[in-house]
């Protein structure tokens, strides 16, 4: 199984940037899709995630700003991150889900920093 994220980089507050990650090794459409941020010092925190009956949800931190999307046939999913602010800078990963099985699998990509400056 790999999640390969990319997209982050450095930008300007007010700025935006679209994260990407593409899932081989799974079957994509079972599992639910996620974002997630890790800060320095700070425990890795949900953005947004995708499920599979199509709903999202956010962090309050980034409600109206960020919007997780997915293709499933592509096996991918995206962040696009809006009206970024410097409280946004963090490594940012990516997560597939497969909750209802027993054990629940859970895959992390590699992460993709996101630094915004002020």
């Known amino acids: 199984v790999q999640l390969q994220a990319f997209g982050g980089g450095l930008v300007q507050a007010g700025g935006s940037l679209r994260l990407s990650c593409v899932a081989s090794?799974?079957?994509?459409?079972?599992?639910?899709m996620g974002w997630y941020r890790q800060a320095p010092g700070k425990q890795r925190e949900l953005v947004a995630r995708y499920f599979r009956d199509g709903t999202t949800n956010y962090a309050d931190s980034v409600k109206g700003r960020f919007t997780i999307s997915r293709d499933n046939p592509k096996m991918a999913v995206w962040l696009q991150m809006n009206s970024l602010e410097p409280e946004d800078t963090a490594v940012y990963y990516c997560?597939?889900?497969?909750?209802?099985?027993?054990?629940?699998?859970?895959?992390w990509g590699q992460g993709t920093l996101v630094t915004v400056s002020s």
């Open positions: 090794g799974i079957i994509f459409s079972m599992y639910e």
């Open positions: 997560n597939a889900l497969l909750s209802f099985h027993s054990p629940p699998r859970n895959y």
